[in-house]
């Protein structure tokens, strides 16, 4: 199977989810993207090592990076290779003593290792053509500044009674109004019609 390498294009609040963020990973060299529904400590943690800041204690995935140091485990890469029922399922490919080990972990937990262990986050190309939203060249990329244009919104419940068409038409406005945690709920939308 194809493998794709993925980078963090942002984060977001979520505005739906109280306490939850969307993050956006994002194809290396193409023009999808990832959306991932985290909770907010993994962000914090996310952020914190992506804006190189130094807590006063260590995070959770401070401590387990310097445990993993300890005992000569390295992260060798962070692998997505499951997506069911909207949750990703991840793989951590670990090595010790030349040995390599596979670690089942959350996306949000092996984005903040990959940060900190500065190994590579790669995904399946089955998985971003079920999952993954293509971006149009049109619209400019995403950032974490700045307030977002949102979407038109629609309650979640009210998506059974909208036709395939206009998902598709909704999940680009949200996709164009880079409202990604809304994209997402409307791709799994999208995919469990088309698994039905």
Known sequence: MKRLRLEIIGMSYSQSQSGAYALILGEVGGKRRLPIIIGGFEAQSIAIELEKM???????????????????????????????????????????DGESTEIDA???????????????????????????????ENVPSFSTEGKQEEAPKKKDDDLKDVSLNELHELLQKAVEAENYERASIIRDEIQRRKKS
Do not use: W
């Open 54 to 96: 130094k807590p006063s204690r260590p995070l959770t995935h401070d401590l387990f990076k310097s445990f993993a140091e300890n005992y000569k485990i390295n992260i060798r890469e962070v692998v997505i290779d499951k997506f069911h029922e909207g949750i990703f399922f991840v793989k951590l490919i670990c090595e010790h």
């Open 106 to 136: 959350r996306t949000s937990d092996a984005v903040a290792l990959a940060i900190r262990f500065h190994c590579p986050i790669y995904t399946y190309e089955k998985i971003m053509t079920e999952a993954g939203i293509l971006m149009d």
